[in-house]
């Protein structure tokens, strides 16, 4: 039998792969955070290249939220039965794909195809990794897990625009993708080599592996409840998001020059607030939710009232990125552990934040259209989010360990 010296060396082998693995993911989410975001900074430049209109350019943001909401919930369910490593692996592979179809794209038709190739693996792989993320720690580390994972996202969302409109700048738009394309390769290496097979295996204890199996787990009411607050809360915060370029330099009196390091106080918030929400999930993921999103609205109105004031909008807007993120490890780990760890309710909780981000972004644009004023998508949001804390609320006070406790503690003795 091994001693206790090679027990200790094994653990810590053990613990030094798992963090490899985690970083593996983390790497991966960077690489398709910056697909997401960077396009931003570049359609002027695609638009004038590729001749084709600003609303058409545009499409290569919309078409590709599209396919992340039909992607995540497909490309999850059609690979459900497969070794989630594997998954992953292949994911990534099709990340790299619409990423190199985008550099070399001679058309616009050919440039929109890679947006939606690239997209197809974004849901699924947050959803599958998630997954996988939290078999590679003991339970009551699940939430830090998915938020080390999603820590790239969150760095991309900082790093994104700025870096695209740098090499863009420089070298040209098709550079930006070629750059993604590399890092997609070396997340693809990192994940194949660093991700240990063991945490990829299906769980089939609890027979979700089939699209069936999946879709019953989906009955319950508690992951529809915890997927409407995850469309509420993320929405009523892209809704306010949409147009804060327009809240900063209408509103507040900023540059159109200052709007990009007050992006990057943004991305900062959501960085910390990841990081800190899911350490708290995993100590109390009720309640983290709760005042996550608590906090989220109230921030949100707030900055709606103290809009033209600078220093309340800049500490406002880090606090709106930080309350905004800390709810995201929990709402994964609350709606995959609601559906018996079914890898189709991972992929539904990004479809469902998708979902959020356009019905925010439209009811915002609602409001402008009204002539309410750049302020008013703040108050939306706040409303939106409100709505979800509500829905939050009911969430957790019917979750079955909540009933059971109330239970008990009716028929203890006094």
């Not at 290496?189 to 592996?209: I, L």
């Not at 957790?396 to 028929?411: H, K, N, V, Y």
């Amino acid at each position: 039998m091994p001693g206790p010296a090679a027990k200790v060396h094994d653990l810590e082998v053990e613990i030094r792969q798992n963090g490899q693995g985690l970083v593996a993911l983390a790497l991966g989410g960077f690489g398709i955070g910056l697909t997401e975001f960077v396009i931003a900074g570049l359609l002027p430049q695609v638009s004038r290249d590729l001749d084709v209109s600003e609303a058409a350019a545009g499409w290569l943001i919309s078409g590709y939220a599209l396919s992340v909401a039909t992607g995540a919930i497909l490309l999850t369910a059609a690979t459900g039965r497969l070794h989630r490593k594997t998954v992953l692996v292949g994911l990534v592979a099709l990340f790299v794909l619409g990423n190199l179809l985008s550099a070399l794209a001679p058309t616009y038709a050919v440039a929109l195809l890679g947006r939606v190739v690239a997209a197809l693996c974004h849901g699924s792989f947050f959803g599958v990794g998630s997954l996988v993320a939290r078999r590679m720690v003991p339970p009551e580390r699940a939430s830090r897990a998915v938020a080390a994972m999603f820590a790239g996202l969150t760095v991309a969302n900082v790093l994104g625009v700025p870096f695209g409109a740098l090499i863009g700048e420089r070298w040209g738009w098709r550079a930006t993708f070629w750059a993604i394309t590399v890092i997609g390769v070396l997340a693809l290496a990192a994940v194949a080599v660093w991700v240990p097979a063991w945490a990829g295996a299906v769980d089939e204890t609890h027979g979700t592996a089939g699209l069936r199996a999946q879709l019953r787990a989906l009955r319950s009411g508690q992951v529809w409840l915890t997927l409407a607050a995850t469309a509420l809360g993320y929405g009523g915060m892209f809704g306010a998001f949409s147009y804060i370029a327009f809240t900063f330099t209408e509103v507040t009196g900023f540059s159109s020059a200052d709007v990009a390091w007050l992006l990057v106080v943004y991305g900062c918030g959501l960085v910390i607030g990841n990081v800190a929400g899911g350490r708290a999930a995993d100590v109390g993921r009720d309640r983290t939710l709760i005042v996550s999103l608590a906090g989220l609205a109230a921030t949100l109105a707030a900055f709606g009232l103290l809009a033209d004031g600078r220093v309340a909008s800049v500490l406002l807007v880090f606090l709106m990125g930080g309350f905004g993120f800390a709810s995201v490890p929990g709402l994964i780990t609350r709606v995959t552990d609601a559906a018996g760890g079914a890898p189709l309710a991972a992929g539904a909780n990004v479809s469902a934040s998708n979902v959020g981000n356009a019905l925010g972004a439209w009811l915002g644009g609602l409001a402008i259209s009204a002539g309410l004023g750049y302020r008013a998508p703040l108050f939306v949001g706040a409303a939106v989010v409100g709505l979800g804390l509500a829905v939050m609320v009911v969430t957790a006070r019917t979750a079955p360990d909540r009933r059971a406790e109330r239970r008990g503690t009716a028929s203890a003795p006094g």
